[in-house]
């Protein structure tokens, strides 16, 4: 990932779609690690459900400028711009929420990326089944695949792609 994985302890830029690739990656990995241990009995179903939460958060913080000493905050973009980039983005999935759900995503930019960081998580499941059904000749095509998928989510966490 050359510049995007710099020294530890460097602060990453999140304008840099490969940091946020990393991040994405991160999350698919966290993923297919869980289902792992869960499918070896090292963790119930309610771990890996807190282990999601706490992913979720996680994410939407760095996502929204929280931890600017390790993850560079894009100004307009990091502090409300993604969020109201996200609201467009997901509005036929807001719009389909219930009428208390719906007005928080409607009002508040960073439940916005939440929103958007919980899709990630759903979409990185429903990944990680049909990958899992591929054949082992598919490999690397799988691999494409996922790279594909990263490559998407980072995209659209990005303020490049507002600008498309």
């Known amino acids: 990932m050359g510049e995007a994985n710099q020294t530890a302890g460097a602060v990453q830029d999140l304008a840099d779609e490969r940091v946020v690739y990393a991040l994405v990656f991160s999350c698919v990995e966290h993923h297919v690690e ?28 760095i996502l929204c400028g929280a931890l600017p000493e390790h993850f560079k905050p894009v100004p307009a973009w990091s502090d409300g711009g993604l969020g109201k980039f996200l609201r467009t983005h997901f509005a036929d999935e807001i719009a389909a929420l219930d009428p208390e759900h ?16 919980l899709q990630l998580q759903k979409a990185v499941s429903e990944l ?6 591929a054949s082992v000749e598919d490999a690397e095509m799988s691999g494409r695949r996922v790279h ?9 966490f990005t303020p490049s792609i507002a600008s498309v």
């Not at 594909?148 to 659209?156: E, G, T, V």
């Open 34 to 61: 869980q289902l792992d241990a869960l499918m070896q009995e090292k963790v119930t179903a309610q771990d890996c459900a807190k282990a999601d939460s706490e992913l979720a958060c996680n994410l939407t913080g």
């Open 148 to 156: 594909d998928f990263c490559s998407d989510w980072a995209k659209l």
């Open 128 to 133: 990680i089944a049909r990958e899992n059904e």
């Open 102 to 117: 719906r007005a928080i995503f409607e009002k508040d930019d960073e439940a916005c990326v939440f929103f958007a960081v």
